[in-house]
């Protein structure tokens, strides 16, 4: 947000649980609350803006919030109090160097864009630290908050930019992070750090030009009998390498890699040897409607990880502008892409030109790109580092799977005329019929909420909020299932 105050909303998304159910019964059209209609808790500080960045604690009934050039503590039952902040600013002289390297004087500041919890009483926060992104620990307790100031430089874990789109996540004590690794922009990164330091490669095959949206990781080893690791996904947006076209084609991608990997020990040293990435399919059969650029996912766990469901926005690259999609993706279809489908790589053909064919050759195993299970161990491979330099290569020069990740029903779930979608969370509630529903919470950029449903086949927009009395993109969506709150920005 550019003004010199930026709005925080929270609202009570199941204040109107009864009657929501009552429409879930009866499919009653949407309806639309207005601002002034709205439960809406407002936070505003005058001079502070950019509350790019939230975290829910639902533990300590607080929301932390980092913004531009500090951060926040709020009650999460009324964020309109503040129960403390800690200002984090860039030095004068590192804000002199980085207007000296031509960036705008706005920009040179330090926007929070990273707040991860390590424990009831520490959190790990980053900041872009006037194009030179840094990281430090903050201590927290029910009245204070407070950084260690002991920040270190973090190219690779925290944008240098705060336009930059990125993701993270924060795992058994190990920092997963996709962002750029240098001050122009160029050198995109998929990055582990904290410990067992590992990334990708810097070659376009892998990561070309991506705009990333999105990471979690998702259990799976968890009653797995083949003795598989969780596995650590990345959804993002790339022009594409495998397609000859006059223009840049940009696609949505799924990533993943696996959270016990430790790189190669000759070959792929200190990068992944599990990076594998596909294609996302989001699109309308019967039309020419094609939904290529994701904007936003969202992971709805289930008690069994096979039956979680990755819900993503997505919008055209051309066309008409103001549609956008809604899809669900289930991870039994992402597993069995990843597991089961056949790669995809480069080839020189006529005139040196390099064409992306499906490779028909025999594949070495065990596979390129798995996590090390049972088989593998079972075959002498306890590592990745004892992996023979076979494979290693092969997953190299081939980490694109050729099949696509098809979407539930191959259609969206929500398809949205007169809306541009930014942000979604899922949530699963029991109905008076003792039926489930996910319901989506989707942001919009003229600052609504929509809750939509499924409704014996069909989608509703349930309802829609006013979360801002004047339109401004909703840029961050989080959801308290325990006290059925939503916090915007």
């Known amino acids: 947000m550019s003004g010199t105050t930026a709005v925080l909303c929270l609202c009570l998304v199941y204040g109107l649980m009864h009657q929501m159910e009552a429409s879930v ?18 936070f505003m500080k005058p001079g502070s803006s950019n509350f790019s960045t939230l975290l829910v604690s639902e533990e300590t009934d607080t929301l932390f ?22 200002d984090w600013f860039a030095t004068r002289d590192r804000q002199l160097e980085c207007i000296r390297r031509g960036k705008d004087k706005v920009d040179c500041r330090n926007y929070i864009l990273l707040l991860h919890k390590i424990n009831d009483t520490h959190l790990y926060v980053c900041g872009t630290n006037a194009f030179y992104p ?9 009245t204070d ?43 995109p990164i998929i990055l582990r750090s904290l410990r067992n330091h590992l990334r990708t490669e810097f070659k376009a095959s892998w990561l070309n030009e991506p705009s990333f949206v999105y990471m979690d990781i998702v259990q799976e ?29 940009l696609v949505s991608r799924i990533a993943r890699v696996c959270k016990g990997d430790l790189g190669g020990k000759r070959t792929l040293q200190k990068r992944w040897t599990s990076f594998l990435k596909s294609s996302l399919l989001c699109s309308v059969p019967e ?43 289930s991870m039994k279809t992402v597993q069995e892409v990843f597991t089961k489908g056949n790669y995809k790589g480069p080839v020189t053909v006529e005139n040196s030109q390099i064409k992306w064919v499906v490779f028909r050759g025999e594949v070495p195993l065990p596979r390129p790109g798995a996590c090390i299970d049972n088989f593998a161990r079972n075959s002498g491979y306890n590592t990745s580092l004892d992996l023979p330099d076979k494979i290693l290569q092969f997953v ?13 029903g ?40 929509h809750k939509a449903l499924n409704c014996d086949g069909e989608m509703f927009i349930v309802e829609e909020i006013q979360l801002f009395q004047s339109p401004e993109p909703v840029q961050s969506l989080k959801l308290s299932s325990r006290k059925g709150f939503n916090s915007e920005y």
């Not at 531009?68 to 800690?86: K, P, Q, T, V, Y």
């Not at 996709?178 to 922009?185: C, E, R, V």
């Open 145 to 187: 908050i407070h950084l260690q100031r002991k920040s270190e430089e973090s190219r690779g874990r925290c944008p240098f930019e705060p336009t930059l789109k990125y993701a993270s996540l924060l795992v058994d004590g190990a920092f997963y992070s996709a962002t750029s690794n240098n001050f122009l922009g160029t050198e």
């Open 65 to 86: 919030v980092g913004a531009r050039d500090a951060m926040f503590a709020l009650d999460l039952n009324d964020i309109s109090r503040e129960i403390d902040s800690e």
């Open 221 to 249: 080893s968890e009653s797995n009998p083949d003795g598989d690791d969780d596995k650590i996904y990345m959804f993002f947006t790339e022009t594409a390498v495998e397609f000859e076209f006059y223009d840049k084609l």
């Open 134 to 142: 840094t990281c430090d620990y903050m201590v927290i307790n029910r």
């Open 25 to 42: 019964l009866n499919c009653i059209p949407r309806k639309t609350v207005t601002y002034s209609n709205g439960s809406i808790k407002t």
């Open 396 to 408: 190299r020069d081939h980490p694109l799977m050729d099949k696509t990740v098809n979407s539930v």
């Open 287 to 329: 039309s020419n409607f094609q939904f290529n650029i994701v904007q936003d996912v969202f992971l709805l766990r289930k008690a069994d990880w096979q039956e979680s469901i990755f819900y993503g926005i997505f919008t055209q690259q051309w066309g008409r502008l103001d549609i956008s999609a809604v899809c669900a993706f």
């Open 410 to 449: 191959d259609r969206p779930v929500l398809l949205k005329r007169g809306s541009n979608y930014t942000r979604i969370v899922v949530d699963r509630i029991t109905g008076l019929d003792k039926k489930t529903y996910d319901v989506l919470f989707v942001g919009t950029d003229n600052g609504y909420l």
